[in-house]
């Protein structure tokens, strides 16, 4: 058989993986999470009800778009490399991954569920048709959406949704919207002429949520055509850039960051760094409550769990709560074993960049235990070692 994808197509992280495994010319079927399969045998082998899953044809299972990155590029070169092969451009990568994927699911999920009067015709009929059983009646789909619906909507308030930092939102997404599509306009993805790691990351909330549900779609549309236009690059096989004229080079040469890149990531550090911080902060005490932790556990009673608790921080003139999920440290480790793995200069020149771009702290954060991937699950390292 070829590889098979278990997702939903309003899914952010199911997007995350398609647009990787098209860009990367991996034949692989596009199945539906509502498949009686799914939940027989590939849920009990996984430990938990999670999507994306990627089948091989060998039947071996990845779950999680970023490890799914990893696995293709870990086999040797592919069609288009995600991870750079220059410091600052692979540390812009790890950046963008963690914030497209975590730091977007405010807009992600307000503009889903916030606007039912555009929205709710078009998201009661495509989320049972991805989760609903085959055949299932209209009672039985109408039945499945409200319960995905009401799941959804308790879960947008664990991100910091709520109606006192709505107004906060909508305005955060405006400005980070002018960012990028100011920044599309000379070149056709992140780091130049073709997608590396931080496109996947953003593409998950920007197509699956913003791009695709009809509130947020003719938004984007309307005050940001060059990251519409983004979003469907990104589900093409090629490069799909022609209004660029002459393919640019494949990345932005000698290391280099243009502004426009930069104003980017000084958004990353005013919009979600405070959040960063928060969770570090909430996870470190948590830890310490906990000294007899065994390692490769995760501390929380079910394996479906992924929260450890809630902290509360001040975001952009608003005390909003979020929850703390141990893979969004995960993907903080990422960005930090890239630095701690550079020879001396090229820590240097990644050093400078986070200075010039006010996201320093993003290498001092750290938790005192390591968040580790084993069996498809997050779980906690053995203790860091003082020094």
Not at 37 to 55: C, H, N, Y
Not at 286 to 304: I, M, V, Y
Not at 336 to 362: H, I, K, N, W, Y
């Amino acid at each position: 058989m070829t590889y098979r994808l278990y997702g939903t197509p309003g899914s952010l992280y199911t997007g995350k993986a398609r647009a990787y495994l098209i860009k990367q010319g991996v034949a692989f079927e596009n199945r539906a999470a509502g498949e009686p399969r799914f939940r027989a045998e590939i849920v009990p082998k996984i430990g938990r009800w999670i999507i994306p899953v990627l089948e091989a044809p060998d039947g071996t299972l990845h779950q999680d778009g970023a490890e799914i990155i990893r696995h293709f590029e870990a086999q040797g070169p592919t069609r288009l490399p995600a991870f750079a092969n220059t410091p600052r451009h692979r540390l812009i990568g790890q950046i963008f991954e963690l914030f497209g994927g975590e730091g977007l699911l405010r807009p992600a999920m307000h503009y889903r569920w916030n606007f039912d009067e555009t929205n709710r015709a078009f998201l009661s009929r495509d989320f049972p048709a991805a989760l609903a059983p085959t055949g299932a009646s209209e009672a039985e789909q109408a039945q499945v959406f409200e319960m995905a619906s009401g799941r959804m909507r308790k879960a947008m308030a664990s991100f910091g949704v709520s109606p006192e930092s709505a107004p906060a939102v909508d305005a955060a997404y405006a400005e980070f919207l002018r960012l990028f599509d100011r920044h599309l306009a000379a070149s056709p993805y992140l780091l130049g002429g073709r997608p590396t790691l931080g496109d996947y990351g953003l593409v998950a909330p920007l197509y699956a949520h913003l791009a695709r549900d009809p509130f947020p779609a003719q938004l984007m549309k309307q005050t940001a055509y060059r990251v519409w236009r983004w979003t469907e690059r990104m589900n093409a096989a090629d490069q799909d850039a022609g209004e660029y004229g002459a393919p640019p080079p494949e990345l932005f040469g000698d290391d280099s960051v243009p502004d426009t890149l930069k104003d980017l990531m000084r958004f990353v550090a005013e919009d979600y760094l405070p959040e960063v911080e928060a969770y570090v902060t909430f996870a470190n005490a948590w830890l310490a409550e906990r000294p007899d932790l065994a390692a490769g556990t995760s501390g929380l009673p079910r394996t479906q769990d992924r929260v450890i608790g809630q902290v509360g921080f001040a975001w952009r003139g608003v005390e909003i709560k979020v929850g703390v999920m141990p893979y969004r440290l995960y993907l903080l480790q990422k960005i930090q074993e890239v630095a701690d793995q550079a020879a001396p200069d090229e820590r240097a020149a990644m050093t400078a960049l986070l200075e010039e771009t006010g996201l320093s702290a993003l290498l001092t954060l750290r938790t005192t235990r390591p968040v580790l991937r084993l069996g498809q699950l997050e779980v906690w390292g053995a203790p860091i070692a003082a020094g």
